[in-house]
């Protein structure tokens, strides 16, 4: 039966960190699935296309060439297509930089349906199984969205309440404060009773000033605006260098290949750092408030 061609599946997680060790597993459970188990093994090629950093592409004809490449500074894999074939049945598996897996199968239904459930388990060990809140702010695209969403609205109220003010300074008048009309509907009823024309008059002239607010009765807004704005946005921009941080933590898309093995130990070492000031923060603002409630 000749192969269909069958849209591209895709893992429901995204994040994963590659290892020749996890790729050599995988692609002995492609060798001895059914779809490729009736063929002679050694009719079946393989192939390893990654993309690099510096944006070109590196051939790797095995696992184990695969395994020799330095993987280093601008030179180091994004990206990675694997490919298994025996004609004219054929696999593909990409590991996107963006931290997804997909895979497609070209064979008849009944042997894809059998290695899509197979190969979609096996795929879900390169899944590095970070925590529910370190997948919120690193792998949850909702929460990306809102950050940003949240940094333009900090943008565009600190730029209008600094050109309102700038403004305010620049054009806006004062008259004075007797003029203005404090209750209104009051001074009119005292109006319409009295028999004085000038205080009819002037009442008439106050209502013209109704809702009127002198400038500098607006500048202690705009500045209380303009502070809570910077101060939002200072506290934004640590929460975003936290985030970054914690990307360089706990990356989605990571191949474990040559250099990058020891960057990964190293980057291991630093979350168990990371988790221990955190723990001791939290114990030592946990002592902190028993002392105050009790002795303080």
């Keep these: 039966m000749s192969p269909n061609r069958v849209?591209?599946?895709s893992l429901s997680d995204?994040?994963?960190?590659?290892?020749?060790?996890?790729?050599?597993?995988?692609?002995?459970m492609v060798r001895g699935s059914r779809i490729f188990s009736h063929d002679n093994n050694s009719l079946i090629?393989?192939?390893?296309?990654?993309?690099?950093?510096?944006?070109?592409?590196?051939?790797?004809?095995?696992?184990?060439?695969?395994?020799?490449?330095?993987n280093a500074d601008s030179a180091n894999i994004v990206s990675l297509r694997a490919e298994f074939e025996c004609r004219?049945?054929?696999?593909?598996?990409?590991?996107?930089?963006?931290g997804t897996i997909h895979f497609q199968v070209f064979a008849s239904?009944?042997?894809?349906?059998?290695?899509?459930?197979?190969?979609?388990?096996?795929?879900?060990s390169y899944n590095p199984n970070y925590s529910g809140f370190v997948k919120m702010i690193i792998v949850d695209k909702m929460f990306q969205r809102l950050a940003t969403?949240?940094?333009?609205?900090?943008?565009?109220?600190?730029?209008?309440?600094i050109v309102s003010y700038a403004y305010a300074r620049a054009e806006g008048i004062n008259v004075d404060p007797r003029v203005l009309p404090s209750n209104y509907l009051k001074q009119v009823e005292s109006a319409i009773k009295s028999s004085n024309i000038q205080e009819k008059l002037d009442t008439i002239l106050m209502s013209n000033f109704q809702g009127f607010t002198n400038v500098t009765d607006l500048y202690p807004h705009?500045?209380?605006?303009?502070?809570?704005?910077?101060?939002?946005?200072?506290?934004?921009?640590?929460?975003?260098?936290?985030?970054?941080?914690?990307?360089?933590?706990?990356?989605v898309a990571f191949f474990s290949v040559g250099a990058q093995i020891e960057k990964l130990s190293r980057i291991e070492k630093r979350r168990e750092i990371w988790m221990v000031a955190i723990v001791l923060g939290f114990m030592v603002n946990l002592a902190a408030g028993i002392v105050i409630a009790f002795f303080g």
Aim: charged share 25%.
């Design 109 to 124: 239904r009944n042997e894809r349906i059998e290695l899509n459930g197979s190969l979609g388990q096996q795929l879900k």
């Design 88 to 98: 004219p049945k054929r696999l593909v598996i990409w590991f996107q930089e963006d």
């Design 14 to 28: 995204r994040g994963f960190v590659f290892s020749v060790e996890h790729m050599k597993r995988t692609e002995a």
């Design 7 to 9: 849209e591209r599946q």
């Design 149 to 161: 969403a949240l940094a333009i609205v900090l943008s565009v109220c600190l730029v209008v309440l």
């Design 222 to 251: 705009f500045l209380r605006g303009i502070r809570i704005s910077i101060i939002g946005f200072i506290l934004f921009s640590g929460m975003a260098w936290i985030v970054s941080y914690l990307r360089r933590l706990y990356p």
């Design 45 to 70: 090629t393989a192939a390893y296309i990654a993309i690099l950093q510096n944006g070109k592409e590196e051939i790797f004809a095995s696992l184990e060439d695969l395994a020799n490449y330095e």
